[in-house]
């Protein structure tokens, strides 16, 4: 598969450390100088906004949050991501109130079908830290890690899954991209404890990261 990044920092690095070798890979950042060395460390090309997202068959929105819809507009709007899979990955989340900041309780992930209305969006990757989806083993205890995403079609439903299989973890699909805002909810909470110093890999999973003596 292709698959297009729209910005080239911790999350597509996590990301494609994972599908590189399985899948074609492009990088883009507003910065060509950056994306070309991180396309390098991955095997991959680089190029703008607009190259990533005609690039891929799957398209994996990775900018701050606050710059996604910005983003996909220089990266040429629906004309370009029409009949593509879109992957939203991104936290509306203040780190000052550690709250989702769509106050009109609709996901950046809806905001974001608004103004692609041709391509197949989904949620996916945004529970859990970039040091986590980096992580070689995605199994804790022995068991897999379960990872929540939202799509609405079923050619988006299985691209997604796999992509989710192709990283080590378990997909589990929460339901449609209604559902999108809970994740960015559920988000948030992960946020609070990251920015308090927890652990990232035990977060929502409330395992311990060390051995306590039983009593
Ligand atoms: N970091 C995490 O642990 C984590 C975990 C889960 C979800 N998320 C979500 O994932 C998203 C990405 O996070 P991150 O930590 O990977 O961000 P990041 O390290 O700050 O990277 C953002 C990238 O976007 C590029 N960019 C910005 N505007 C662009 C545009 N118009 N076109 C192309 N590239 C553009 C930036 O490069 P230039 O400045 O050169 O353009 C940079 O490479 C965020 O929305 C975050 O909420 C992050």
Known sequence: MKIGFIGSGSMARALAGKWQGKHDLLFS???LGKAALVAADYGAQAGNARQAAEFG??????TRWEDALD?????????????????????PVSTETFLTTREDGRSLTQALEAV???????????M??????????MTYDGRPMVTLFTAETERATETIADLIRDV??????LGGNAHAYQLEAA???VIKFLFAGRDPQTILNFIQPEVKPVR
Do not use: S, Y
């Open 116 to 126: 692609l209305p041709g391509a197949e969006i989904g949620k996916a990757f945004n």
């Open 29 to 31: 950042a507003r910065d």
């Open 168 to 173: 080590g973890a378990e997909p589990l699909k």
């Open 128 to 137: 859990a830290q970039a040091a986590v989806w980096a992580n070689p083993e």
């Open 187 to 189: 988000a948030a909470i």
């Open 57 to 62: 068959d799957v398209v994996v929105l990775a």
């Open 71 to 91: 983003a996909v507009a220089q990266a040429g709007g629906d004309d370009v991501f029409a009949g593509k899979v879109v992957i939203d990955i991104n936290n």
